[in-house]
């Protein structure tokens, strides 16, 4: 099994900055990608930005030039800084691990709230 655990959702006015951060751990399979979702209101759940194991990126285009995703494997965690942030990234941001083998087993977080203010 696999554990994630995120941290540093809050409060923020429009314009503002916030990372976030999930540790991983427990069996986690050395081939893996990383990322984040985020689920706003009466909206299905939507990916933000990914990673693999091997620092490859993608980010959905709402997101693209102002969030960042980045990794450090040593420590089983995925960071998420987000720049200029506006009230339509307002939602609750889920951390995702999938194991990349013939099962493309997922794992999910709790989740972190993300506010911002206009």
């Known amino acids: 099994q696999v554990q994630l655990v995120e941290s540093g959702g809050g409060l923020v006015q429009a314009g503002g900055s916030l990372t976030l951060s999930c540790v991983a751990s427990?069996?986690?399979?050395?081939?893996?990608?990383m990322g984040w979702y985020r689920q706003a209101p009466g909206k299905q759940r939507e990916l933000v930005a990914v990673?693999?194991?091997?620092?490859?990126?993608s980010y959905a285009d709402s997101v693209k030039g102002r969030f960042t995703i980045s990794r450090d494997n040593a420590k089983n965690t995925v960071f998420l800084l987000m720049n200029s942030l506006k009230p339509e990234d307002t939602a609750v941001y889920y951390c995702?691990?999938?194991?990349?083998?013939?099962?493309?087993?997922?794992?999910w977080g709790q989740g972190t709230q993300v506010t911002v203010s206009s």
């Open positions: 427990g069996s986690i399979f050395r081939l893996n990608v």
């Open positions: 990673i693999s194991s091997g620092g490859i990126t």
């Open positions: 995702n691990l999938r194991r990349v083998d013939y099962t493309s087993q997922e794992y």
